[in-house]
């Protein structure tokens, strides 16, 4: 009897419309492996539905708050129904991009320097010195991120604005200028390291990351072996201090310009990475060997509770 699979996917985050692209993507793989699939899109009913289901498996394609927090988690655990990627505590405190931080940190991976401030004290005056980054604290997708560039007189008005729903905290961070690199983990293997080269914008921003030609990925990135080598071990050190299962990405600045630091620094761990065909991690697993139906295989065969 073929097993039964819920994608869970959509969801109320502001990454509704990512997540049901990577959910679709992953239904489909798995009819094409044989699995029985039901496509939820999750509302405040979700319990409900999943309970009438009563699927062997959940495979979370949700991205953002209540999808990659631990509150979706949380509920399959209670409903007892194994589920994919992280469990509670992990997904909860990666989707924190503080307390993630503080976490890494301890654990020997480098961080950029910052602090967290509310968005109004953020916008009344530069919290750091010119160039930094101001990023919602719990967000994903590059909702709601700034780059203060140096000589900028003041700090993004945008922030104030009414209909803000990003929340009150930012993240300000000292920008890393250079290359923006990504590393995935499956399991216990770091998989190979992609650099994105944004086309549509000076950084990965959501454009970047979405629209029809907006970035270039290059696996296996071109840079010097020992830098590749130490991006896939802190990757996998990422993934562990912070108890990730199931596939991660790790997003890195790595500044080798002429007049760089030099400097390597983990951006976020992001537990719920997008899982369409051409996403980063499914294109890494490729890279390894593996089909994006064999990848969302492995994802389900790996699903438990008590993650």
Known sequence: ????????MGGLSSERSVSLRSGEACAKALEDEGFVVSRVDVGRDVAAVLTALKPDVALNALHGPGGEDGCIQGLLEVLRIPYTHSGVLASAL??????????MAAAGVPVPGGKTVSR????RAHVLAPPYVLKPVSEGSSYGVFIVKEGCSHPPQELLRADWSHGDLMLAENFVAGRELTCAVMGETALGVTEIKSLSSEWYD???KYAPGGSVHELPAKIKENIY??????ALKAHKALGCRGVSRTDFRYDDRPEGTGELVVL???TQPGMTETSLAPEMAAHAGMTFGELVKW???DASCDR
């Open 229 to 234: 080598l130490k991006i896939q071990e802190l």
């Open 1 to 8: 009897m073929s097993q039964h699979v819920a994608v869970l």
């Open 120 to 123: 109004f004290e953020a916008a």
């Open 299 to 301: 994802m389900v065969r």
């Open 206 to 208: 959501f454009e970047s």
């Open 268 to 270: 976020e761990v992001n």
């Open 94 to 103: 990666a989707s924190n991009k503080e307390k993630a931080k503080c976490v």
